[in-house]
C-alpha cells in the first residue's frame, strides 16, 4: 500500500486482487477523518488507461466534497482494445464469450467490497462516473451488471453507444445481447445522468469512431450523446416504464475529463436539482 502527499487527503495506490479476473491497480483518494457513511465514487478511465491522471484530476473534489474515491486500472495488456474494457471483456479476440466472472465487468462489485474493508466504509451503494471509454463501459454495465449496487451514474461524453434500442444489434443496440427488458427498465430507473460537453462537437477528432452504425448515431459525440439518452427516454415512453435519467451539458467544455468532473459532481452525489 503505497501512500503519498499531505495526509489531510491521501493518494493511495494498491493492488485489488480479490476477483476472478486479473488483479487490477487502483489509485484512490481517501480524505483525512473521512467519517464511515460518505459516500464512495468509482471513476473509470478513458482509452489511455491513466487511472493515476483521472485520480489526480479527481483528487482535489474527493477533498472538497468528502468522498471516498476509487480509480481502477484496466491496462491495455490485461484488458486489450475496446472489446476489453470499453465493451466490458465479454468475449476475447476471437470473439467467444468468457467467463462472466471474468468480465471487466465482474470487477467493480468485489472491488466495492473491498475497498469497505480496506477503509472502514459502511457506503451499501457507489457511485460511478466515467468518461469517454469510461462512460462506454459505464452505460454498458448499467445494461448487463443489472443487481450491481449503483446509486447513481454518469456517463460523459462516450465516443459511441449500445443504444438501447432491440431493433439494432449489438454492440450499436440491444438486438442479439443477452440484455432482458428487465434489466434495461432496471438500467432506466436509476439515477443516471448522461453528461455532455457542448462544445464536444468535432466530426473529425482522432479518437471518433467512424464505423457505418457509429455515424448513425450522430456525426459528433455530442450527436450521439443527444441521440442516446433520446432514444431511452422514448422507449421507456413506450413501455411505460419508470424513466429517471437525465441529460445535461456543460458549457466550455470539449472532450477533456477535467472539465467534465466538477460538473458531475452534484449528479454523483446527489445535490444537482433535476433540469429535464
Not at 69 to 82: A, K, M, N, T
Not at 193 to 215: C, I, K, Q
Not at 226 to 245: I, K
Amino acid at each position: 500500500l503505497a501512500v503519498c502527499g499531505p495526509a489531510q487527503a491521501a493518494k493511495i495506490r494498491y493492488t485489488f486482487a480479490d476477483w476472478a479476473g486479473t488483479p487490477l491497480r487502483v489509485h484512490a483518494t481517501r480524505p483525512s477523518g473521512l467519517a464511515a457513511d460518505r459516500p464512495v465514487v468509482i471513476v473509470m478511465h478513458g482509452a489511455r488507461r491513466n487511472a493515476r491522471d483521472y485520480r489526480d484530476q479527481w483528487h482535489e473534489l474527493a477533498k472538497r466534497h468528502r468522498f471516498l474515491l476509487l480509480v481502477p486500472e484496466f491496462s491495455e495488456r490485461d484488458f486489450p482494445g475496446p472489446e476489453g474494457y470499453n465493451l466490458g471483456y465479454r468475449r476475447d479476440a476471437e470473439g467467444r464469450p468468457r467467463p462472466r466472472d471474468r468480465w471487466a465487468f465482474a470487477a467493480l462489485e468485489p472491488l466495492f467490497d473491498d475497498a469497505k474493508r480496506r477503509f472502514g466504509s459502511t457506503a451499501r451503494r457507489y457511485a460511478l462516473y466515467g468518461h469517454s471509454a469510461g462512460a462506454q463501459f459505464v452505460h454498458r454495465y448499467l445494461f448487463f451488471m443489472p443487481d450491481a449496487r449503483v446509486a447513481r451514474a454518469v456517463p460523459a461524453n462516450a465516443g459511441w453507444y449500445t443504444m438501447p434500442d432491440y431493433a439494432v444489434a449489438y454492440p450499436y443496440g440491444l438486438g442479439t445481447s443477452p440484455v432482458t427488458p428487465e434489466d434495461l427498465r432496471q438500467a432506466l430507473s436509476l439515477p443516471v445522468t448522461v453528461l455532455l460537453g457542448e462544445r464536444d462537437d468535432d466530426p473529425g477528432h482522432a479518437s471518433l469512431r467512424r464505423t457505418p452504425e457509429a455515424l448513425r448515431q450522430g456525426a459528433t459525440r455530442l450527436e450521439r450523446g443527444e441521440r442516446f439518452y433520446a432514444t431511452a427516454r422514448a422507449y421507456a415512453e413506450r413501455q411505460g416504464v419508470p424513466f429517471n435519467w437525465l441529460r445535461t451539458r456543460v458549457p466550455g467544455a470539449d472532450h477533456d475529463n477535467r472539465l467534465m468532473a466538477p460538473a458531475a459532481v452534484p449528479y454523483l452525489l446527489g445535490a444537482a436539482a433535476p433540469d429535464h
